[in-house]
């Protein structure tokens, strides 16, 4: 299986600021003949099932805010929020779909400081 | 409107079959994979497993495989996760979710809305 690791498992942001998430996975997710990292982003707000904020490591999904960004490639992505607001406040995962079994990160709870 | 809609919670003995459900709408059902994960009270998001509702090839996490079974029904729009002998240990939110692009490996763009299951003696 394929691990992703995330840094940091907690982090507390003040409001306005720019929040960083960093995933590495065991192995690359990069598929050389699609040039595409098989990488997403997830976010899971309590007592709701998980939103897809980020695919192909960078596509931000439809309705995202433009606050949200993803970069990386190969083994080593990061999720950033430029510019944090209240209602990020919630659970990031990070999943690889490179190769069964679909694995996701342990994922990184972000608050408020 | 594209959707997955879960089965309700669910209160188990030790020892007890399930078998939960989750139904698509707003899409053609057959084209697209369908996943189930696991979240633990407190925890992370496990993947479990996928199906090909098209054609029922499925693919289990190790971790998954031999503990629970996944199918769908494609005439009715319907994906399934099943175990024949709970633990307690299976005590979890199941979600199952959409992948979003047709017949490849994607993300996850649509997920249901869980399905709570308890197992208790």
């Known amino acids: 299986d394929i691990v992703m690791t995330q840094s940091p498992d907690s982090l507390a942001v003040s409001l306005g600021e720019r929040a960083t998430i960093n995933c590495k996975s065991s192995?690359?997710?990069?598929?050389?003949?699609?040039?595409?990292?098989?990488l997403a982003w997830y976010q899971q707000k309590p007592g709701q099932p998980p939103k897809l904020l980020i695919y192909?490591?960078?596509t931000r999904e439809s309705g995202v805010p433009d606050r949200f960004s993803g970069s990386g490639s190969g083994t080593d992505f990061t999720l950033t929020i430029s510019s944090l607001q209240a209602e990020d406040v919630a659970v990031y995962y990070c999943q690889q779909y490179y190769i069964t079994p679909h694995t996701f990160g342990q994922g990184t709870k972000l608050e408020i400081k | 409107e594209v959707q997955l809609v879960q089965s309700g919670a669910e209160v188990k003995k030790p020892g007890e079959s399930l078998k939960i459900s989750c139904k698509g709408s707003g899409y053609s059902f057959t084209n697209y994979w369908i996943g189930w994960v696991r979240q633990m009270p407190g925890k992370g998001l496990e993947w479990m497993g996928i199906?090909?509702?098209?054609?029922?090839?499925?693919r289990y996490s190790p971790s998954f495989q031999g503990q629970v079974t996944i199918s769908a029904d494609k005439s009715i729009s319907t994906a399934y996760l099943q175990w024949s002998s709970l633990k307690a240990s299976d005590t979890a939110m199941y979600y199952c979710?959409?992948?979003?692009?047709?017949?490849?490996?994607?993300?996850?763009?649509?997920w249901g809305q869980g399905t709570m299951v308890t197992v208790s003696s």
């Open positions: 199906i090909y509702p098209g054609d029922s090839d499925t």
């Open positions: 192909w490591a960078s």
């Open positions: 979710a959409r992948q979003g692009i047709t017949a490849a490996p994607s993300a996850f763009d649509i």
């Open positions: 192995q690359s997710v990069l598929y050389s003949s699609t040039n595409k990292n098989y």
